[in-house]
């Protein structure tokens, strides 16, 4: 009789066990299930992006016979610079292919044609011409920029079993391209103007030079105002300042700007440092300013979270041999709290490199051809750059879309691995 209820109570706490059991282990495929889907939406996502965005570099080029003929670059011979630089190069590259295809005389065949070849051959001519005189009166066989239509055809965008009406060229088009393409005349090369232009209606001429330097301005004035200005914030309110109702509802304050949405400050921007100051308009200035104040409370809270890591002990083994509070701090508590700081402060540089809904407030959404040369140059930046191509009609820009956001998230990634190299350099165990 007495068996029975200890019997009773090993089955029951064998069945609780294996229940929890049961749980941790549905727990767990839960936990891996979700991973798992993590990482297939990751991959899927680079998948497409990188599968979107590689072809942009490269850029389809036609080889042309050109004849520089001295009467159109330089019909009075005095080999002046301005008189080379006003010629119609755009012409000798229609007249190489022209002759390619004598055939063709019509007017509107013609247009057609010439429409094969980028605007952007023109200036590389010149160029040429610019940078070597002597070329003028010779025949030069060279690989020129094909039109974007062109490129997304050649590089299998678009395809060309396709009806005419749904491409963006047409079957006479199509027939001197493969003509073309017999001869050995078409080739995908390196597309240097992805990474040396500025913006431009042209998708073969467009890049992201422009829109980097501007970044790189906006996050230098980022920079030298937002970290100094928030680890003296940080030690103050850490180390010097009362505890009180001012202090707490300074706190707080912060804190909550840490979540204001990033456009709130665009706005703040607008008003303030355009409207209230003058400064000039989409401007890496202005930029640098509103994302500093964007950025500002990020890197107080990372700061204090720092300062309060570092031991009690330091600070009052410091003040115990005679140094003053001041000495404490900048010699002592500081150095030890500084690769928290600096985590805190280039995760906040990251998050303010991909911010573009302040920067469109502020009028950097312009169409800014010229590389800036300085913070006061009107300039766009990287994640505008993104959102321009992405609006854009023409199918070459979905490709400089997607490279120009890997170029974006190859920047995250450096800043961050930077953030984790400057923490393993200067963290000191104590």
Do not use: C
């Not at 105002?225 to 940080?234: C, D, E, I, K, N």
């Not at 409370?297 to 140094?323: D, F, H, K, Q, W």
């Not at 959404?365 to 140059?377: G, H, N, Q, R, Y």
């Not at 930046?381 to 023409?394: I, R, T």
């Amino acid at each position: 009789m007495s068996e029975q209820p200890g019997r009773s109570v090993k089955e029951a706490v064998a069945r609780g066990i294996a229940a929890r059991y049961r749980k941790e282990r549905l727990f767990r495929a839960l936990g891996l299930g979700a991973l798992l889907v993590g990482l297939g939406f990751l991959a899927f996502f680079f998948y497409t992006l990188i599968g979107n965005g590689y072809t942009a570099l490269g850029q389809t080029r036609i080889l042309l016979d050109v004849e520089l003929a001295e009467e159109v670059i330089d019909p009075e011979g005095a080999r002046d610079l301005e008189a080379l630089a006003a010629a119609d190069y755009q012409r000798l590259a229609r007249d190489a292919l022209n002759r390619l295809f004598p055939d063709v005389t019509a007017r509107a065949e013609l247009r057609e044609l010439y429409s094969m070849v980028s605007p952007g051959a023109g200036f590389e001519l010149r160029e040429r011409v610019r940078d070597d005189p002597s070329v003028i009166g010779t025949t030069q066989s060279l690989w020129l920029l094909a039109d974007d239509d062109v490129d997304v055809i050649v590089k299998g965008h678009v395809d060309r079993t396709l009806p005419q009406d749904q491409r963006r060229i047409s079957d006479t088009e199509l027939q001197w391209l493969a003509a073309l393409e017999a001869q050995d005349r078409v080739d995908i090369q390196l597309n240097r103007y992805f990474f040396t232009a500025g913006a431009s209606t042209d998708p073969e001429l467009a890049g992201i030079w422009g829109a980097t330097v501007g970044s790189f301005f906006m996050l230098l004035v980022t920079l030298m105002l937002s970290f100094p200005l928030g680890v003296a914030t940080a030690i103050y309110l850490e180390e010097f300042a009362s505890r009180n109702r001012w202090t707490d509802v300074i706190e707080v304050n912060i804190n909550n700007l840490a979540a204001v949405p990033s456009i709130v400050y665009g706005l703040l921007g607008l008003a303030v440092f355009i409207n209230a100051f003058g400064l000039p308009r989409s401007a890496p200035l202005v930029g640098g300013l509103v994302l500093s104040l964007m950025t500002l409370p990020v890197i107080i809270i990372a700061s204090r979270a720092a300062l309060t890591a570092v031991p009690p002990s330091i600070r009052e083994a410091a003040l115990g041999v005679g140094a003053s509070k001041m000495q404490m701090v900048l010699h002592h508590v500081l150095p030890l709290a500084m690769p928290g700081m600096l985590t805190g402060t280039i995760i906040g540089m990251a998050r303010a490199l991909g911010e573009s809904a302040p920067l469109l407030m502020i009028g950097m959404v312009a169409f800014i051809v010229d590389i800036p040369e300085s913070p006061l140059d009107p300039s766009t930046a990287l994640p505008v750059q993104v959102y321009l191509w992405a609006d854009s009609p023409e199918r070459a820009f979905v490709e400089r879309t997607s490279a120009a956001i890997l170029v974006l998230l190859v920047f995250l990634l450096v800043m961050n691995a930077t953030a984790i190299l400057l923490r393993k350099r200067f963290e000191r165990r104590y």
